[in-house]
């Protein structure tokens, strides 16, 4: 188990103060206090997410030559392409740029790389394809920024391309300055906020919700006739990118998420509509939760196992009887890529107990489909709390040496930074802090992986999990007044977690292992303020509770909870309120997420 450490934030501020300006609790005060929002205005800003809060997009470098070409290219009648990415936000960025080109009568088409044949982005087959099609202008959406060679391919065929994108520029040092050299794609034109000479004030901007900013300045731009209804209609895919893509929920994100979970509930999408039904949805409780575990992870299966194009066609579903049985294809391929990850990080982690001197684990899995690594590497991080890469053979017969792979981190270690150091080894690679992807020769894993291990700086204490708790807080103050005003909060996500709670000497009064698994369970339980509540253990630490339960306290006291007597079971929890409905009646209960 990792060692952790629970410390509690002690940021200062006047609570009571800001709760009476505000109309909040101070508990929610504080919260705030903890995302260093430091002033009033600055927490009254967050809990504001009215879209008339959102950045002008002209204010976006190129936005406006983008628009200009666009326009200029429908009124021509020219054929335009847009090519997306086959994941989540290439999906929705994809659908965004396709339906808001359609609605002004572009002459406009889209294509997907296939995951396997073509790799991530832009290539030179999907550019010669589109050019045999009578394709004049491509648009890529999640993708480009980085395609330099390509682009200038597809210019040389006398094509127009512009691009958007949200990842990072590519860029080299100088070998004896150590200045930081940016590549430039050259196409018509380049909207990405992330340009070091763009502008726009938010940068964090996800595929998705800079293919919105695409429509809704052309929409401008053109005076469409109820442009503002019409344009935040494809306000709830750029939520749903937004939140998918795993971005942080601040600024105009944030406003993204809140204002697309709101349209989500109740979409007039007949696919959408038809898989938040298939999936249980209740769209009352619609979250950023059911985006990113239940809705997102179907979209996402169709790019891994089969084609991204399935998506998109589920979005554009018109008819009740196809997006029934589109829904039912992506629920089963979900399903499919669930049960080949739990096999895989069981063999990863297996692998991984074997490498504890490691700061860096570097995993070879030949069988696994690439398409998983990243999710695989993901949960070994959580494992182990060290950063990963889980590497496979690569599915391209003619390159039967190529290995690919995906790494993910861990906070203080910047992962593309320590690809750059060691690219001696790699033919390719990309990515962010928190997660690169990369490729290189079969013979070159070893020492790839000793000069990661060589050149990593984490020290042991960088292995201890943090856990930040916001407030120290009695049972007795869930309360459901306290529960309704932290959903002012939301949506929650990267960048906003969700507010973390603690409290002490908590006295488990009973124990009942419920679910059709038996993979959780309930207790009753109270603490020092003598309130009593039911806490909900669910199965994602069940396992592993009811293991350090018997380690700490011994079957006896375990038999004594589950028959509702006194037993000696007391521990510390980290936990959230939350309201119980059943049989038409409220009551307050709490997650737990933690303990010891």
């Known amino acids: 188990m990792v060692a952790e450490k629970w410390m509690v934030h002690s940021k200062k501020a006047d609570f009571d103060g800001f709760a009476k300006a505000l109309g909040v609790s101070p508990i929610v005060a504080r919260i705030m206090r903890n995302k260093d929002l430091e002033s009033i205005e600055e927490q009254r800003a967050f809990l504001d997410n009215s879209l008339e809060n959102m950045h002008n997009p002209s204010l976006m470098k190129d936005m406006d030559k983008a628009i200009d070409i666009i326009k200029l290219k429908i009124e021509e009648g020219k054929h335009i392409r847009v090519i997306g990415d086959y994941d989540i936000d290439g999906i929705c960025s994809t659908y965004i740029l396709v339906k808001g080109l359609q609605g002004v009568r572009a002459f406009v088409s889209y294509d997907i790389p296939d995951r396997i044949l073509d790799g991530y982005g832009i290539?030179?087959?999907?550019?010669k394809k589109a050019y045999d099609e009578g394709v004049d202008t491509i648009v890529t959406c999640d993708n480009g920024?980085?395609?330099?060679?390509?682009?200038?391919y597809a210019k040389d065929l006398g094509m127009t391309v512009i691009?958007?994108?949200?990842?990072?520029?590519?860029?080299v040092r100088d070998e004896v300055t150590g200045e930081?050299?940016?590549?430039?794609?050259?196409?018509?034109?380049?909207?990405?906020?992330?340009?070091?000479?763009?502008?726009?004030?938010?940068k964090l901007l996800c595929g998705g919700a800079i293919a919105y900013k695409v429509i809704e300045c052309l929409y401008e731009k053109l005076n469409v006739e109820n442009k503002k209804e019409k344009i935040e209609y494809f306000i709830e895919y750029a939520a749903i990118a937004t939140i998918g893509d795993v971005v942080d929920l601040v600024g105009e994100n944030r406003i993204i998420a809140a204002n697309g979970l709101e349209r989500l509930k109740n979409t007039s999408n007949v696919g959408l509509d038809k898989l938040m039904d298939m999936c249980g949805i209740n769209r009352e409780r619609l979250s950023s939760y059911h985006i990113g575990f239940v809705v997102g992870p179907c979209l996402n299966a169709t790019g891994r196992l089969e084609s991204a194009k399935k998506g998109i066609e589920l979005l554009m579903c018109e008819d009740f009887y196809e997006a029934e049985k589109l829904a039912g294809e992506l629920i089963e391929l979900n399903g499919?890529?669930?049960?080949?990850?739990?096999?895989?990080?069981?063999?990863?982690?297996?692998?991984?107990?074997n490498m504890a001197d490691s700061k860096v684990l570097v995993v070879y899995l030949p069988r696994i489909h690439e398409s998983i690594a990243g999710i695989i590497a993901g949960r070994v991080r959580e494992h182990f709390n060290k950063p990963v890469f889980v590497v496979t053979n690569s599915a391209d017969e003619n390159e039967e040496s190529l290995i690919k792979g995906s790494g993910r981190s861990i906070p203080g270690y910047n992962m593309f930074e320590a690809l750059i150091e060691c690219d001696e080894y790699l033919l390719k690679y990309g990515g962010h802090e928190m997660a690169a992807g990369l490729s290189l020769n079969k013979e070159k894993i070893n020492e790839f992986a000793k000069a990661l291990n060589d050149k990593c700086k984490l020290a042991e204490e960088d292995f201890v999990r943090k856990v930040w708790i916001d407030v120290p807080m009695p049972l007795a103050?869930?309360?459901?007044?306290?529960?309704?005003?932290?959903?002012?909060?939301?949506?929650?996500?990267?960048?906003?977690?969700k507010p973390v709670f603690a409290t002490k000497n908590v006295k488990v009064k009973s124990l009942k292992v419920m679910g059709a698994n038996q993979n959780m369970c309930k207790l009753s339980v109270l603490d020092d303020s003598g309130k009593v509540?039911?806490?909900?253990?669910?199965?994602?630490?069940?396992?592993?509770?009811?293991?350090?339960?018997?380690?700490?306290f011994g079957e006896e006291q375990i038999r004594k909870a589950k028959m509702n007597i006194p037993n000696d079971i007391v521990l510390s929890i980290i936990y959230y309120p939350d309201i119980n409905e059943y049989n038409g009646r409220r009551s307050v209960q709490i997650i737990v997420n933690n303990y010891c």
């Open 123 to 127: 290539n030179e087959n999907l550019i």
């Open 145 to 152: 920024i980085a395609a330099i060679d390509q682009i200038k």
């Open 163 to 171: 691009v958007t994108d949200h990842h990072e520029v590519p860029y």
């Open 180 to 202: 930081i050299i940016y590549k430039r794609v050259q196409g018509g034109a380049v909207v990405n906020p992330k340009q070091p000479d763009c502008d726009y004030p938010f």
């Open 336 to 353: 499919t890529r669930k049960a080949m990850t739990e096999e895989g990080v069981k063999e990863a982690i297996a692998m991984c107990e």
């Open 477 to 497: 103050y869930a309360t459901e007044e306290l529960i309704n005003q932290l959903s002012l909060l939301e949506p929650f996500g990267k960048g906003n977690e």
């Open 533 to 552: 509540v039911d806490a909900l253990v669910f199965s994602s630490i069940y396992p592993a509770f009811m293991e350090f339960l018997n380690d700490k």
